[in-house]
């Protein structure tokens, strides 16, 4: 029932910025979890960032935190993680994921994914 669509990947120079969007359809929860993850080959899902709706508790890697900020939802279900200052370590595929309550980033805490966006950072 709950399918998430995501959008917003490029290719970058190092220093530049993106905006990440995820729109979650199919929910009527009033309080939620949506998260963003990355993933190159070779290693594991990591949590980059994600909020909880019902408090607006904030979560970022260390590796992206005064970088990446995700956004509160507008309109809800909505949201957006904007990527600035980008290096070519943030080269990954993108995931949106979702879930009704969580207590951080952890992968095994969402339940739905999008399909993933290219994001590439490169001279």
């Known amino acids: 029932q709950v399918q998430l669509a995501e959008s917003g990947g490029g290719s970058v120079q190092p220093g530049g910025s993106l905006r990440l969007s995820c729109t979650v359809l199919?929910?009527?929860?009033?309080?939620?979890?949506m998260a963003w993850f990355r993933q190159t080959p070779g290693s594991e899902r990591e949590g980059v960032a994600g909020?909880?709706?019902?408090?607006?508790?904030?979560y970022y890697a260390a590796s992206v935190k005064g970088r990446f900020t995700i956004s509160q939802a507008n309109p809800k279900y909505t949201h957006h993680l904007q990527l600035n200052s980008l290096k070519p370590e943030d080269t990954a595929v993108y995931y949106c994921a979702f879930t009704n309550a969580c207590y951080g980033i952890g992968t095994h805490e969402y339940e739905r994914w999008g399909q993933g966006t290219q994001v590439t950072v490169s001279l």
């Open positions: 199919g929910s009527r929860l009033d309080t939620y979890c």
């Open positions: 909020i909880y709706t019902g408090d607006d508790t904030r």
